[in-house]
T-cell receptor
Framework: DTEVTQTPKHLVMGMTNKKSLKCEQH?????MYWYKQKAKKPPELMFVYSYEKLSINESVPSRFSPECPNSSLLNLHLHALQPEDSALYLC?????????????FGPGTRLTVL | GNSVTQMEGPVTLSEEAFLTINCTYT??????LFWYVQYPGEGLQLLLK?????DKGSNKGFEATYRKETTSFHLEKGSVQVSDSAVYFCALSPFTGGGNKLTFGTGTQLKVEL
């Protein structure tokens, strides 16, 4: 299995809702990432988990809460989002958490906040 | 800091034309270099990579050579197809401590017409 899967594919939520995005990989990778991508822009790094520990938080607002239950799973919990948080949310994984490794991306979750 | 500069798009070509997308970078040390491709409505796919000077990455007819002397990693393809229409991102990942952070260029949209 050489892919990263993400669910759901699309999500529409109101500003008072709580929802979660899920990401899974079975490549034995020990680093996992969340990115946010706005239209016509490159992905922006949000969080990095390395060996199931949060290693990088790029000053993301607390309404985004990551969780790594095990080395294969990564969740992003969403609460009280704003319309400007509407974007494509991408998950990625890499062999380890050190520099130089290629990252493998999932297909993304298209999030719309009303 | 690290940075990646890509040529502005969109680039519009006729089918079977030669493609070059320029990419130059600034980084401390010798980073790994990548080209990712994003088809409409999808996540990013790793197209090719190079990890040291003079390495040539290649995949699906695309090639790029890691040029340390010019800090460049230009993407080329001898004969493009309509199916190559996508956004192409050049990226780097340094071999330094602090985690595996990808630095992306702004992306170049390629449109191939019949």
């Amino acid at each position: 299995d050489t892919e990263v899967t993400q669910t759901p594919k699309h999500l529409v939520m109101g500003m008072t809702n709580k929802k979660s995005l899920k990401c899974e990989q079975h490549m034995g990778h020990r680093a996992m990432y969340w990115y946010k991508q706005k239209a016509k822009k490159p992905p922006e790094l949000m969080f990095v988990y390395s060996y199931e520990k949060l290693s990088i938080n790029e000053s993301v607002p607390s309404r985004f809460s990551p969780e790594c239950p095990n080395s294969s799973l990564l969740n992003l919990h969403l609460h009280a989002l704003q319309p400007e948080d509407s974007a494509l949310y991408l998950c990625a994984s890499s062999l380890g958490g050190e520099g130089g490794d290629e990252q493998f991306f999932g297909p993304g979750t298209r999030l719309t906040v009303l | 800091g690290n940075s990646v500069t890509q040529m502005e798009g969109p680039v519009t070509l006729s089918e079977e034309a030669f493609l070059t997308i320029n990419c130059t970078y600034t980084a401390t040390g010798y980073p790994s270099l990548f080209w990712y491709v994003q088809y409409p409505g999808e996540g990013l796919q790793l197209l090719l990579k190079a990890t040291k000077a003079d390495d040539k990455g290649s995949n699906k007819g695309f090639e790029a050579t890691y040029r340390k002397e010019t800090t460049s990693f230009h993407l080329e393809k001898g004969s493009v197809q309509v199916s190559d229409s996508a956004v192409y991102f050049c990226a780097l990942s340094p071999f330094t401590g602090g985690g595996n952070k990808l630095t992306f260029g702004t992306g170049t949209q390629l449109k191939v017409e019949l």
